[in-house]
């Protein structure tokens, strides 16, 4: 069998045996419930409803503020309390619309969609569009830009994300072996959509029994079919699942359409065959709370706006108080000062860890062991790239495609020097991208005056 | 604001997991893999040797730490890195050196090669090779005469070069005259094959080293195909100690695959023009040092592609 993967890459402790035999439970809120009009790449969302509103689950409180934007909905009945600042997972302080719950989950009658077959490619777009759905393995790019590339029919494959490489993760593999029909359904609506591709459910190899189940349930379907990825972090990243899977690789520059090819998380799949079959917007997503400082670590089916403090309690509360808590995974989630934040739709996970080894490790010199180069997926030099960030040297820091790292972490990890490399290489990338944009708004600004005084002249 | 701080966790920047390999360990896991060819150096040579070794041991930690102190620098003798070089100089040394060489070695490996440069990772040659080649050239007939109990003469590197025959199994088990460490063949590699099963180094460095010393011989060394002429320049001397041992050394080696081949082959190359053409029968800690000097050269030189890169001439997405 043609071994699926990409060079590079690490092996971390996975943890997914703390929660992986845990079926998905739903969680009912109780409190507050909070929806930054910002959870997503793009335009924040607009609100539509005032302090004062009664609003449903399944009614739209925010609409797309742009093409790149997308819908947010209310996931319980009750009260708009307020539109204040709220701190959101990464951090920020960012505009939310605040929904007192009335404890009666009372949800919106959705207009009926037609049957799969009888939906025209627009209509599908459209649903997803309406749906407020972004890529729910954590970058949150909206979906229906994503199926909207410029040649529709040059699209080869249509790849489901379900690698789940981030340790300790298990709410793609909870999803995959308990609502495996609404996955493949998921997949059937893009495919709908790109007459010309094969649809790819791409799984790690760490997860036999998620592709043993997914393999019988297609094995009638002839235009999709699982591939069994070697288990390395991180194949779950867009660039690597697509080497992978077709041997085509692409750059920053770049994006999925220029290999042929369109990327779905596994949640969002399912997100899309509710939004297009049922109508139903993006309002639930899967996380999995664990860690060694959580009493039960377990997958659960949550209503975006929950607070994270109900998830803890949900998973039995801690077993010792906790020295870091990240919201998503080890290597690329955002550790959290403060656990009055939401879940949003790219809210992957909650771990709470006793011990944080980060503040424990000790900084030393680079000894040029070249572990970084030889983890990095990018096939960069990170200790180097690192060192000109420091230096904030533009010029060598894109010398060596300092803006193609993916920020993926696995240099920071393997490094014997204890060495913040991915911190240092982001920041300078941020800088960098901003400096080359920046330069080119002045040469166009340039070249326009350069054009508008020629035309004055004649 | 103090009230507020104590309730907060801890918070840094991805990723929140580190693997458990230290700077530390990796400097403990080499000398380990030392202690075969060490412990053959002993046997072998006699008990004097061990007086060579605790002397560059101890005085490359002890420079280390005064340099370090005197400096107001963070003392970093704990890092092991001072002990490895001290074990890698004391390798390099012949069995009967006088232990005040061994001193001024250690100096110069310390605190003229690694710490005047800046210390652990600034190094542009290596310590141990960089001390050794200083000594060569201050005490030749010291560092070349390689006598002990009842033994003289030249080497059976040198007396392959004067086309005498010699015992290549001799070679191969280090029943031979040479540097304290650099004599059997199996000790090094059973010490090589640790490291490599540590993660600690691969074969990039070494098999290409190996490779194009292999090759010149055949092409340049006179003897053509010879097996048993080839077998006695791979085994004989320090080529072996300096493939696993020297070449790989992190900081003063390229970071990148293209990098350590493109090294590996210029090593090679130059050990076989040493011992073909110039005056000595030896020549691997020359051909390193200038490898060495040329690593930001070859950094430069060694196209990068990373993933996905477009070639700007041709177009196309490639891996």
Avoid at chain 2, 61 to 70: A, Q, S, T
Wanted: charged share 20%; glycine share 10%; proline share 5%.
């Amino acid at each position: 069998m043609a071994q699926y993967t990409f060079s590079g890459g690490i092996h971390p402790y996975d943890g997914k045996e703390l929660s992986k035999d845990k079926p998905i439970r739903d969680v009912l809120p109780k409190g507050d419930l909070v929806y930054p009009v910002s959870q997503h790449i793009g335009a924040p969302a607009k609100p539509i409803v005032q302090v004062g509103d009664k609003v449903k689950a399944g009614q739209m409180i925010a609409e797309a503020g742009g093409f790149v934007s997308a819908n947010i909905y209310a996931t319980v009945s009750g009260t708009v309390k307020a539109i204040a600042k709220h701190r959101v997972p990464v951090g920020d302080m960012v505009d939310s619309i605040i929904v007192e719950n009335d404890g009666l989950y009372e949800e919106v009658e959705y207009t009926p969609a037609k049957p799969l077959e009888e939906q025209s490619k627009e209509e599908i777009i459209a649903a997803v569009k309406e749906a407020g759905i972004v890529g729910m393995g954590g970058a949150g790019f909206p979906t229906h830009v994503k199926l909207s590339p410029k040649d529709p029919n040059a699209i080869d494959y249509v790849i489901a994300n379900c690698a789940e490489c981030e340790p300790y993760l298990t709410s793609d593999y909870r999803r995959m072996m308990e609502n495996p029909e609404l996955l493949i359904g998921g997949m059937k609506c893009v495919l709908k959509l790109f007459d010309n591709a094969k649809g790819i459910i791409a799984i790690e190899d760490n997860k036999p029994d998620a592709i043993e189940l997914l393999s019988r349930l297609t094995k009638d379907e002839p235009r999709i079919e699982v591939y069994a990825l070697q288990m390395k972090y991180p194949q779950g990243s867009e660039r690597h699942i697509i080497y992978a899977c077709t041997k085509r690789a692409i750059n920053s520059k770049m994006l999925p359409a220029d290999a042929g090819c369109i990327v779905n998380n596994c949640d969002t799949l399912v997100a899309i065959h509710e939004a297009v079959t049922k109508h139903v917007p993006l309002m639930y997503r899967i996380v999995t709370v664990t860690g060694d400082a959580i009493k039960d670590p377990r997958n659960f089916k949550v209503r975006c706006g929950t607070n994270y403090k109900e998830l803890i309690e949900e998973a039995g509360g801690f077993v010792a108080e906790p020295e870091a808590v990240i919201s998503g995974g080890p290597m690329m989630g955002f550790s959290l000062f403060d656990l009055d934040v939401p879940v949003t739709k790219t809210s992957s996970a909650l771990l709470c860890m006793k011990e944080d080894i980060v503040s424990r490790v000790q900084e030393s010199a680079c000894i040029n062991c070249g572990r970084c180069v030889d983890a990095c997926p990018e096939k960069l030099i990170p200790s180097q790239l690192a060192t000109y960030a420091e230096h904030e040297d533009y010029e060598e820091f894109n010398r060596l495609y300092g803006v193609e790292c993916i920020e993926c972490g696995s240099c920071t990890y393997v490094c014997p020097a204890k060495r913040q490399l991915a911190q240092a290489i982001k920041s300078m990338k941020k800088l960098a991208i901003g400096k080359a944009r920046a330069e080119a708004a002045a040469a166009k600004a340039k070249a326009e005056a350069a054009s508008a005084g020629k035309g004055g002249d004649a | 604001m103090a009230e507020e701080n104590k309730n907060m966790l801890n918070v840094s920047s991805n990723p929140h997991v580190r693997d458990s390999i230290t700077t530390q360990k990796i400097m403990v896991y080499v000398i380990i893999a030392l202690l075969p060819a060490t412990a053959f150096g002993i046997w072998h040579f006699g008990a004097y040797t061990i007086a060579v070794i605790l002397t560059t041991v101890i005085s490359s930690v002890i420079f280390e730490y005064l340099y370090e102190k005197l400096m107001k620098l963070p003392i970093t003798i704990s890092d092991g890195s001072a002990a490895l070089t001290g074990l890698l100089l004391a390798l390099n040394l012949p069995p009967r050196i006088e232990l005040w060489v061994c001193v001024i070695g250690s100096f110069v490996a310390i605190v003229v090669v690694k710490q005047l440069f800046g210390g652990l990772g600034q190094n542009f040659m290596n310590p141990a090779l960089g001390a050794r080649c200083f000594l060569l050239i201050a005490y030749a007939g010291k560092m070349t005469n390689f006598a002990y109990d009842s033994f003289t003469g030249p080497t059976l590197l040198a007396q392959l070069k004067e086309h005498a025959n010699v015992n290549t199994f001799n070679m191969v088990i280090g029943n031979e005259m040479g540097t304290i460490g650099e004599v059997s063949v199996i000790a090094i590699v059973i010490g090589a094959c640790f490291l490599i099963l540590m993660g600690v180094i691969d074969l990039r460095i070494p098999a290409s080293y190996i490779i194009s010393f292999t090759l010149f011989i055949i092409l340049f060394g006179g003897q053509g195909m010879n097996a048993y002429y080839v077998t006695a320049h791979l085994a004989g001397g320090g080529l072996m100690l300096g493939a696993f041992f020297m070449a790989t050394d992190y900081v003063t080696s390229p970071i990148t695959t293209k990098g350590k081949i493109i090294f590996g082959v210029f090593c090679g190359i130059m050990t076989g023009v040493f011992r073909v053409f110039a005056s000595g029968a030896e020549g691997v800690s020359y051909a390193i040092i200038l490898g060495n000097l040329l690593v930001p050269l070859i950094e430069r030189w060694a196209p990068l592609r990373h993933f996905g890169y477009v070639d700007p001439k041709k177009g196309g997405g490639k891996a």
